[in-house]
């Protein structure tokens, strides 16, 4: 049972590259979302989504992109990166928001140059 | 405007003694809260939970209190042991919100 699985692990951009950071679960969990881990500030909200085709901004949206085409999958694009989104990525899975517990992903640590 | 904050950053704690983490909500709208714990390079794991119905929860070493009154929250690890040194983050929720909102983060040092 492999979880929440992130590709890549690491990656180093320049600024103005897209990339689109890969998320997949394999519990059959309706909700995933995504969260950026900057130091001092904690996990921040990126972007969730409460089933296929369903997509909603979270705390800190502007600069990315997502989908959801699948239940498995919820990948996250950045059109043009830049310097300030450089961060630890998490991609977490849960059943539902209520209260369930989030399954996450070991991240993808990004570097924007 | 941080909804759930937990005001510090660090916390040292004898090994075997109990280590408490607090942490407060300022959106009376939560219903759900949960702690999670992180070791580096790592994903946050699931750590305990409690709703709003209740003010009590426990699990083994880890209970969870809640105030609702002062919009407080805290997790009690007793007792403390090495292993439990990580960052733990306090996360709340509502049922009428999709949005899962962290806090900063306590960084735990369990001391020999």
């Known amino acids: 049972n492999a979880g929440v699985t992130q590709t890549p692990k690491f990656q180093v951009l320049k600024t103005g590259q897209s990339m689109t950071l890969q998320c997949a679960q394999d519990?059959?969990?309706?909700?995933m979302s995504w969260y950026r881990q900057d130091p001092g500030m904690g996990l921040r909200l990126i972007h969730y989504?409460?089933?296929?085709?369903?997509?909603d901004q979270g705390e800190v949206p502007n600069g990315y992109n997502v989908s959801r085409s699948t239940t498995e999958d919820f990948p996250l694009r950045l059109l043009s990166a830049a310097p300030s989104q450089t961060s630890v990525y998490f991609c977490?899975?849960?059943?539902?928001?209520?209260?369930?517990?989030?399954?996450f992903g070991d991240g993808t640590r990004l570097s924007i140059l | 405007d941080q909804q759930v904050k937990q005001n510090s950053p660090s916390l040292s704690v004898q090994e075997g003694r109990i280590s408490i983490l607090n942490c407060d909500y300022t959106n009376s709208m939560f219903d759900y809260f949960l702690w999670y714990k992180k070791y580096p390079a790592e994903g946050p794991t699931f750590l305990i939970s409690?709703?709003?119905?209740?003010d009590k929860n426990e699990d083994g070493r880890f209970t969870v209190f809640l105030n609702k009154s002062a919009k407080h929250l805290s997790l009690h690890i007793v007792p403390s042991q090495p292993g439990d040194s990580a960052v733990y983050f306090c996360a709340a929720s509502g049922r009428r919100d999709d949005k899962i909102i962290f806090g900063k983060g306590t960084r735990l040092h369990i001391l020999p």
């Open positions: 519990m059959n969990h309706e909700y």
């Open positions: 989504s409460v089933g296929a085709g369903i997509t």
């Open positions: 409690i709703s709003s119905i209740k």
């Open positions: 977490a899975s849960s059943y539902s928001p209520g209260g369930q517990p989030q399954h």
